[in-house]
């Protein structure tokens, strides 16, 4: 079973900077396919960025596209989050997530192994 631990959160204004991680333990990193996933007081858990098991394939969704980039590190077992240009609207907790088969997915209920999550907040 993989333990994955974020860190990285914090408290910016808008317009600022963020770089998450995710490490992980407990399995061969290099096996699975991770993602980020984000969720806001009163909302739905929802999808950010998700990254295959060798990092050539990545994609993030559409409110983040271009101002965000997923990418990982097999060497150190991490996958990280740059967030850029940050908003209001991109306040929440931000979870990793990992899953034993390769491929990415958007769906959060393909993802068997969580972190505890790491508190993003923009201010305006």
């Known amino acids: 079973q993989a333990q994955l631990v974020e860190s990285g959160g914090g408290l910016v204004q808008a317009g600022d900077s963020l770089r998450l991680s995710c490490t992980a333990s407990?399995?061969?990193?290099?096996?699975?396919?991770m993602g980020w996933f984000r969720q806001a007081p009163g909302k739905e858990r929802e999808f950010v960025a998700a990254i295959n098991w060798s990092g050539n394939i990545a994609y993030s969704a559409d409110s983040v596209k271009g101002r965000c980039t997923i990418s990982r590190d097999n060497t150190k077992n991490t996958m990280y989050l740059q967030m850029n240009s940050l908003k209001p609207e991109d306040t929440a907790v931000y979870y990793c997530?990992?899953?034993?088969?390769?491929?990415?997915?958007?769906?959060?209920?393909?993802?068997?192994?969580w972190g505890q999550g790491t508190q993003v907040t923009v201010s305006s």
């Open positions: 407990g399995r061969t990193f290099s096996n699975y396919a």
């Open positions: 997530a990992a899953r034993e088969i390769g491929v990415t997915s958007r769906a959060p209920a393909q993802y068997p192994y």
